[in-house]
């Protein structure tokens, strides 16, 4: 069986993370290959990791706003590596692979991760998308929360599928003290506890938020220290709001790291602050490291936080709900270590790369038989 993923990749992150991971872990009778749009040249760096793994993956000569250029690139692409399915992830590869995939005669399944709603015009993008869902194959949700959203939306019950996120073994890192001095370093003081939030830069993740309790918790504990890693649209005027806030040299703009999972077993707690998520990987992979989160209650962050038993759930945008609940993990060393290996043990028992490639890899085969 020969899947291509076409994806719209300008770095790389949570779904591209998602898709290579499931490529690796398909059965051999899977051959998997990757297609992206060029994103101004930005997709290189994942498709430059997925070659390192020993996959096929290139960028498409031609991009939007040229929709039909695009169409026959992919249809050729797909004709001329034999492809049996398409595999989309995004508003964009949904829209115009569907009509690739159909020109060729192959189904095509698409992954739900989350809609966003950042902009006006990745509103009306996501519009289209909803639409453009009900006509597919099949449709897989990284989440409960966000089959909800898609059967909402009038894709019907039996074309839903849900495969939720998953992490691999490279994720389960232990604690090091020379990496804990290198954070450490990175403040204008010997911080006694370490907040970390990873994540694009962008309105949904809500950092905007998160200043502001970080803020209250810095007053309250002028030895805590907080990073945020990733990069996005939203820095600049974050970096502002942490001046303001007088912030610098305790609140850390670490920027996006591909060595990220060396840092959050070093972590004290994680935080996660978004309006909106679909299952969020930065999640998962910091429950991995034995770290507990507080995180906001939406999408399907839910389910992978137990409130109480693997972390603590706060209202999205309640900055002192959010900084409440950070003081009340740092105040007690004992409880966080608790929350912190059930966390662990959690995303060891309901998150593999082994049961998500088995779902995916029945849904393929259903999909594959039924077009034959």
């Known amino acids: 069986m020969r899947v291509v993923h076409l994806m719209a990749s300008p770095f790389y992150g949570g779904p591209e993370r998602q898709m290579l991971g499931l490529a690796r872990h398909l059965p051999g009778d899977v051959v998997s290959a990757f297609l992206s749009f060029p994103e101004r040249g930005l997709a290189q760096a994942f498709l430059t990791e997925a070659r390192r793994h020993g996959f096929q993956a290139k960028a498409l000569q031609h991009n939007t706003p040229r929709v039909l ?17 398409l595999c989309t992830s995004g508003y964009k590869p949904d829209l115009i692979g569907w009509r690739a995939a159909r020109r ?11 809609w966003t709603g950042a902009t006006w015009k990745v509103r009306l993008y996501e519009a289209l998308d909803r639409w453009v869902l009900r006509r597919l194959d099949a449709v897989v949700c990284v989440s409960q929360a966000q089959a909800d959203k898609v059967r909402a939306a009038g894709v019907p019950d039996t074309k839903i599928n849900v495969i939720r996120n998953a992490i691999g073994s490279e994720a389960f890192v232990e604690p090091n003290p020379e990496v804990r001095a290198e954070m450490a370093a990175w403040f204008s003081y010997p911080p006694q506890w370490i907040v970390g939030a990873a994540g694009r830069l962008s309105p949904e993740k809500g950092f905007d938020v998160l200043l502001k309790s970080a803020a209250v918790v810095c007053e309250a504990y002028p030895k805590a220290g907080f990073i945020l890693f990733g990069d996005g649209p939203l820095r600049a005027n974050l970096e502002r709001q942490a001046a303001e806030w007088k912030l610098h040299g305790r609140f850390i703009f670490a920027g996006f790291r591909t060595d990220l999972a060396k840092f959050l077993p070093n972590l004290d707690l994680g935080v996660m602050s978004s309006f909106t998520e679909g299952l969020p990987v930065a999640l998962l992979e910091t429950a991995a490291a034995g770290v507990p989160s507080v995180a906001t209650s939406v999408g399907g ?26 003081v009340e993990l740092l105040r007690d060393d004992a409880r966080r270590r608790t929350l912190g290996e059930a966390a662990r043990a959690s995303a060891r028992r309901d998150f593999s790369f082994e049961t998500m490639s088995s779902q995916y890899h029945t849904l393929f085969k259903r999909l594959t038989q039924a077009q034959g």
């Open 69 to 85: 250029a695009c169409i026959g690139e992919i249809a050729a692409e797909l004709r001329d590596s034999k492809a049996d399915l």
């Open 104 to 114: 060729v005669g192959i189904p095509v399944v698409s992954v739900s991760h989350g």
């Open 301 to 326: 962050i839910p389910e992978v936080i137990a409130d109480g038993t693997t972390g603590l759930l706060v209202p999205a945008g309640d900055a002192g709900a959010l900084a409440r609940s950070i």
